[in-house]
């Protein structure tokens, strides 16, 4: 767990970072403002990481992966290998389920600091720190997308919406925070995670935390973060609430060069390595009891045989 001084000073570090990213592949709303698109046209292959939701082994093994003959951290280091993280840092799964009853069942009793909720805390916030490290480190070659659990505030509104699944999560962790750290950090921290980006335009293929619940043209993209509707739909987007023809058409305006390219995402679990959705043009990656991750060469066509990897341990 982070002291509070620590984690004020590593938010106010990223923030900086995040408000002033290259415009080489994060175009600006204005000239102070970043946008919400990042897009990169260089050659760098890129890993593809589904939503983390706590677990630090995961992201450690990830980083201690070896390709060609080097780790990931390496290669992100010198610049070779570029990592995106789709979203969702916070708040642990189906693993952590009986810890969140017992979390809440401390809360309501008026332990709003219990022990249960002080381990998910743990483990969220060591995990955030290493990603806004990483983040600090190296800008143009790390990067972490916002999804629906980015939302320190537990707030309605902004593309944000309450989060309850197990155990009214996000209230716990909002009254965690406002108690632990006090309202200018936990501030801080939503000041972080509304400078995150939403969206990826890449050599072959297209990625955001969620299915796009809608086409975007480039200059809604751009501007998304600061459109409830768009940041909505591209975080939360539930199966079979849309057609697909919007990731159809996105990468049709976006990929004109690459006619196999693919569209990645997260957010909705499924059960084995990944799911074809929107005719095979959709591609979800999140299985929260494996450690899967989607490794691509820029232009590369897609074969899961080959560009999923499974990463450290699997979970059950």
Wanted: aromatic share 12%; charged share 25%; net charge negative.
């Amino acid at each position: 767990m982070p002291s509070k001084e620590e984690l004020e000073s590593v938010l106010h570090e990223v923030i900086s970072v995040l408000m002033n990213e290259n415009t080489e592949y994060r175009m600006y709303i204005d000239d102070k403002t970043p946008g919400y698109l990042l897009e990169f046209r260089d050659n760098t292959p890129v890993i593809l990481v589904p939503d983390l939701h706590a677990r630090n082994d995961f992201f450690v093994n990830v980083l201690n992966t070896h390709l060609n003959g080097k780790t990931v951290i390496s290669r992100i280091l010198d610049e070779s290998l570029r990592v995106i993280c789709l979203g969702d840092g916070m708040h642990a799964e189906s693993r952590a389920k009986e810890r969140w009853i017992q979390a809440y069942d401390e809360y309501i009793e008026g332990y709003i600091t219990n022990d249960h909720l002080y381990q998910e805390m743990a483990e969220s916030l060591s995990l955030m720190m290493r990603i806004m490290r990483l983040k600090i480190k190296k800008p143009s070659h790390f990067h972490f997308l916002k999804g629906n659990h980015e939302n320190i505030l537990n707030e309605e509104g902004e593309g944000n919406h309450p989060f309850s699944k197990f155990a009214m999560e996000g209230q716990l962790v909002k009254d965690f925070m406002l108690n632990v750290y006090g309202p200018y950090t936990t501030s801080l921290y939503a000041r972080f995670e509304k400078l995150l980006p939403l969206f990826v335009i890449g050599k072959g293929f297209l990625a955001s935390h969620a299915e796009p619940a809608s086409f975007y043209s480039k200059k809604q993209l751009i501007q998304s973060g600061l459109n409830h509707s768009i940041c909505e739909g591209l975080t939360w987007t539930a199966n079979n609430s849309v057609s697909g023809d919007a990731v159809k058409k996105m990468l049709k305006k976006y990929q004109k060069d690459y006619p196999d390219a693919l569209y990645f995402a997260g957010h909705r679990p499924v059960k084995n390595l990944f799911e074809f959705r929107a005719g095979g043009k959709f591609v979800q990656i999140h299985n929260p009891r494996l450690s899967n991750v989607v490794y691509l060469e820029p232009g590369e066509v897609f074969n899961p045989n080959k560009n999923i990897l499974v990463i450290g341990e699997h979970y059950v």
